[in-house]
């Protein structure tokens, strides 16, 4: 192995986590939605490039699982990322639409789906 060949190689998950497993946060699901936090302070020099990403990209709604394809990471290391950006202020997350489900929308997509047999 010459010595810039480990450039070429994927970071391990534990080295993008700090060797964390979990959240700090365990409530962050796969459908959970970020966006980045108005007027957060910048990202310090030693944040990854994953979390810069991460962070841009959350620049509109975006769910973990949606980040994790667009960084091509695991889910479970995305949670982290994201829950670690919470815990500075620069993170946040949105509900879903309050009031539950149109039930009215639902029923309309369903008849939709069911005409394209």
């Known amino acids: 192995m010459t010595e810039g060949d480990y450039r ?3 970071l391990r998950p534990y080295v993008l986590t700090s060797g964390r497993a979990q959240p ?3 409530w962050i699901g796969v459908d959970t939605l970020l966006i980045a ?4 302070a910048p990202l310090p ?3 990854s490039r994953q979390e810069a990403a ?3 990209m959350c620049s509109g709604l ?4 949606e980040a ?3 960084l091509a990471l695991p889910v479970s290391v995305v949670k982290v990322l994201a829950s670690d950006l919470m815990d500075s202020g620069r993170l946040q997350t949105r509900s879903r639409a309050a009031g539950g489900v149109d039930l009215a929308l639902v029923e309309e997509v369903l008849s ?6």
Do not use: C, K
Request: aromatic share 0%.
């Open 8 to 10: 070429d190689q994927p």
């Open 62 to 65: 975006l769910s973990v699982a």
């Open 37 to 40: 936090a108005p007027g957060a």
């Open 54 to 56: 991460l962070l841009r």
């Open 45 to 47: 020099v030693t944040a």
């Open 112 to 117: 939709g789906l069911r005409e394209l047999r």
């Open 68 to 70: 994790a394809a667009h």
């Open 24 to 26: 700090s946060r365990n």
